[in-house]
């Protein structure tokens, strides 16, 4: 079982930037994935970020703006923010997914006020 641990998020002004961070207990043997979602209430979850062994994908509404990094630990995630808007605004979820499972961390709540 794998556990992702998140920090960051808050309250900032538009324009403003914030930084998540996602930490895993573990990785898994094999290639894994790692990124980052986000949920707006009434919207299903969106992908934001995502970075895997071959490609690293940005939804377009971040693409620019948004960057995800790794540390050096594998399974450490960092999702920067830059030039935020008030439609960022959402509960921002780290997400691991291997070749049988996808484990989501606890949620981060961003919101970005106008």
């Known amino acids: 079982q794998v556990q992702l641990v998140q920090s960051g998020g808050g309250l900032v002004q538009s324009g403003g930037s914030l930084e998540l961070s996602c930490r895993a207990s573990t990785v898994p043997n094999g290639d894994f994935e790692m990124g980052w979602y986000r949920e707006v209430p009434g919207k299903q979850r969106e992908m934001v970020a995502n970075?895997?062994?071959?490609?690293?994908d940005y939804a377009d509404s971040v693409k620019g703006r948004f960057t995800i990094s790794r540390g050096g630990f594998q399974g450490s995630r960092y999702l920067h923010m830059t030039n935020l808007h008030p439609n960022d605004t959402g509960v921002y979820y780290c997400?691991?997914?291997?070749?049988?499972?996808?484990?989501w961390g606890q949620g981060t709540q961003v919101t970005v006020s106008s």
């Open positions: 997400t691991m997914r291997t070749m049988s499972r996808t484990f």
């Open positions: 970075m895997s062994p071959k490609n690293t």
